[in-house]
């Protein structure tokens, strides 16, 4: 019997998917949740959070292990991603973990203020900076 969507992968979240209670409700089991970061990259947010190479960036997001099932079931319904492997600091390792990238950032796409606000509170939660968010709408 092939086992191997119950394998454990680590995987680096940079959007709402960093929140546990969030990913609880949708039958993801937390395992090992570490606030983590990667060197060289930033996050840019429109619709969605895309993570994008940038010289001496730091992008900020949570390290779960997640099994292949469990990350079947949350990008099921989403197109345009794909699985990348990426050097992950949790400020007492480095590792390499996989992260969900977009094959073409839709740098152009509008900025989807209920999204920048529902990630706002994550980040603040996390302890996070948030100063590269979009300005909230008066």
Request: proline residues 6%; hydrophobic residues 40%; contains cysteine.
């Amino acid at each position: 019997m092939d086992n191997s969507s119950n394998r454990l992968v680590p995987i680096f979240f940079y959007g709402l998917h960093m929140d546990a209670e969030s990913l609880q409700q949708k039958g993801i089991a937390i395992r090992q949740p570490r606030l983590a970061t990667i060197l060289h990259h930033s996050v840019v947010v429109r619709e969605k959070a895309m993570l994008l190479r940038e010289k001496d960036a730091l992008a900020y997001g949570m390290l779960y292990h997640l099994t292949h099932a469990e990350i079947d079931i949350l990008y099921q319904h989403q197109t345009g991603y794909r699985a990348e492997a990426f050097p992950v600091n949790d400020g007492e390792h480095e590792i390499c973990a996989i992260s969900m990238v977009h094959i073409e950032p839709p740098l152009d796409s509008p900025i989807d203020y209920d999204y920048v606000s529902r990630l706002r509170a994550v980040l603040e939660r996390l302890g996070f900076p948030v100063d590269h968010l979009p300005a909230q709408l008066a």
